[in-house]
């Protein structure tokens, strides 16, 4: 008896396989691929280029400013008094504690600016996705960065950028 439900178990088993790697079709795509072909990205490309110089700009101001009143410090500090010397040490630690903090909302500033650029047109990339998988029979896409092998006709980012309207013929 044991035999048999093990032999049944079995043969289930291996016809629910069956039954669904008929309905299995896999495809993949490359979103940052897709990206780069997109009319928007040179945009989005050189406002976030024109927002870094903006902020390098800005820094580098500061960090000029920063460094003549530091050097002029070194020149006159022995011949300031000490309450102009302490005065002028908390001043110089104050600007040096605003340069780090600037630059770390610099940064975090040009973050949040690519993530507001971005994000629309990576929505707008994966709502193709879902319909070119719909219309083409895909059960599922994976991202190609997560694929160790998979077959070039299974790449569906032509068929993605194709529906987006962006040609993929190579000039």
């Not at 960090?63 to 000490?82: G, I, P, V």
């Not at 610099?106 to 219309?135: G, R, W």
Request: proline residues 2%.
């Amino acid at each position: 008896m044991k035999a048999y439900t093990l032999l049944l178990t079995i043969v289930l088993t291996l016809g629910a396989i069956s039954m669904q790697a008929q309905g299995l079709k896999i495809g993949y795509t490359n979103a940052d691929y897709i990206l780069s072909k997109l009319p928007e990205s040179k945009q989005i490309e050189s406002e976030l280029k024109t927002h870094q110089e903006q902020l390098s700009a800005q820094l580098k101001s500061k960090q000029e400013e920063f460094q003549r009143k530091a050097e002029y410090f070194q020149k006159t500090a022995e011949t300031m008094t000490e309450v102009v010397r302490n005065d002028a040490q908390r001043e110089l630690q104050t600007m040096q504690a605003n340069l780090q903090k600037f630059a770390s909302e610099a940064d975090q500033s040009i973050k949040n600016k690519q993530v507001q650029l971005l994000s629309p047109v990576y929505e707008k990339i994966d709502s193709t996705i879902k319909v070119v998988a719909k219309e083409n029979g895909f059960s599922h896409v994976f991202s190609n960065g997560a694929l160790l092998f998979a077959s070039e006709e299974n790449d569906i980012s032509n068929l993605i950028l194709a529906k987006l309207g962006v040609s993929t013929e190579q000039p």
